[in-house]
């Protein structure tokens, strides 16, 4: 293990042991702040009712990333051919993120119904606005040199963006992609606080309001299991598809 | 024949060069040399079209052209190779890009990594060989232009002595094997006086060239040529006048 994934482990020992200890000290309440082995415990023996939820908002999640590509990259790719269409689309990309979620939550329920659709597109909100930026600024950050060379090669936009742009942007395209999945889930999760028969968002609204915390904890702790999952995944398709060292 | 006559470029109203006239007759080897920061990429890139010309013609083979972007190939002193393809990869870009036969582009390329002494590094990332090998790769590419007029940006400006001693010999086969017209800009004067066969020198801002000197030394030539010392002491002596002009 590296040095700074040995700080990292310490710390987390540490939070752990003295949250544990804390808990133990004071006689806390589970029902107010249940102590990390508990939540674990709980975790680990109601997987298989937590285990379904967390499929729904994975799935939720997933195909809000993937409405997010299909829909980022196409856009990314004309507001960079397009200054105009830049200049003419940013500010309701702006304008996407400075309105809360949880503003938009209520009324995507209302419009999307208390299926999938609403959530799926709450995550879809949330991670289109990282990789449609990340990607924009990638492409328009390639070496005007290179941009000269393709010119005088009498290459086409379409070559010049398959052989040269693309390849450039994908350090930047990766990490809004690593910083939209890691958000992901906040989206998908308040979706379902607001209207959900399944999900991860809707196991802890029930076990919040009938005081079962360790529960509510243990879904926190496959929330975070699952973003950390995706980022991971992130981090493995980027190392695969840039091979090379600038 | 590529004739320039009368051009001009001006940044915030003050000349990078103006009234600029050069005639380069096919087939030579023709160097601009001048000071750091006289204006001689800003002249490429009015040449190659990346900034138009303020005023002036130019003339390519009895027509006139906006910019010779689409006539020429064209080396940096920057390699411009990209690092996600390998060595050959590179050196076919600019038949890809073109769409032009891949077989019959491949095979000329293998035998211009052969001629280049690249044979053997084909499949090779531009990260994983030297210096001198990126630039041989860069002349294959530019080869791969398959152009008549070719223009040097300082080709060689960022290698140790060495490698440029040995790229300064395969640039002349551009010349002799491959009978282009070169036009290749430099501050470096003992490289003009190895490769040119027309030196123009040049002043400092605003570019004017102040002398032209035809060299009829058979190549490869020897620095000690005493014929190449009294050149270059008159080119020195120009280039000094010019920083004063």
Known sequence: MTRSGLIALGLIICLLA?????????????????????????????????????AVTGAEIVLGIFLALITAIPLAIAMFARPVLEKALSPFLVAS????????????????????????????????????????QGLKSCDPEYRTLFSLMGA????????????????????????????????????EWVGAQQGLGFLMIQSNA????????????????????????????????????? | MLQITDLAKYYNGQPVFSGLDLQLPAGRFQVLLGPSGCGKTSLFNTLTGVTPADEGTITWQGQTVPHLGSL???????????????????ALLP?????????CARVLAENLFSRLGLSGYESHQPNQVSGGMRQRCALVRTLMFDRDLILLDEPLSALDAITRQRLQHLLLLLQTEFAKTILMITHDVDEALLLADDIFVSSSLPMTLIRRIRLNQPKPRAFDDPDL???????????????AV
């Open chain 1, 18 to 54: 003295g949250w544990e200890g804390a808990v133990r000290i004071w006689a806390i309440p589970v029902f107010i702040l249940p102590p990390p082995s508990l939540i674990l415990t709980t975790a680990v023996v109601q997987a298989p009712l937590i285990l379904p939820h967390a």
């Open chain 1, 97 to 136: 993120q400075a309105i809360p979620v949880f503003a938009l939550a209520p009324l995507l329920v209302i419009w999307l119904g208390y299926g999938m659709a609403s959530k799926v597109f709450m995550a879809w909100i949330i991670i289109f606005f990282p990789i449609t930026v990340s990607l924009v």
């Open chain 1, 156 to 191: 086409s936009f379409l070559k010049t963006l398959t052989l040269l742009y693309w390849p450039w942007a994908l350090p930047r395209f990766f990490a809004g992609l690593r910083v939209g999945v890691s958000v992901a889930t906040i989206g998908a999760v308040i979706g």
């Open chain 1, 210 to 246: 009938r005081l079962q915390t360790p529960l509510v904890f243990a879904a926190i702790l496959w929330l975070a299991a699952m973003g950390m999952i995706l980022w991971s995944l992130v981090g493995i398709l980027e190392k695969k598809i840039i091979t090379w060292n600038t």
């Open chain 2, 72 to 90: 020429c190939a064209y080396m940096h002193q920057k390699d411009l190779l990209l690092p996600w393809f390998s060595l050959m990869d590179n």
């Open chain 2, 95 to 103: 038949a890809r890009t073109r769409g032009r036969d891949m077989a």
């Open chain 2, 229 to 243: 010392l009294h050149i270059k002491a008159d080119i020195l002596a120009h280039l000094v006048k010019g920083e």
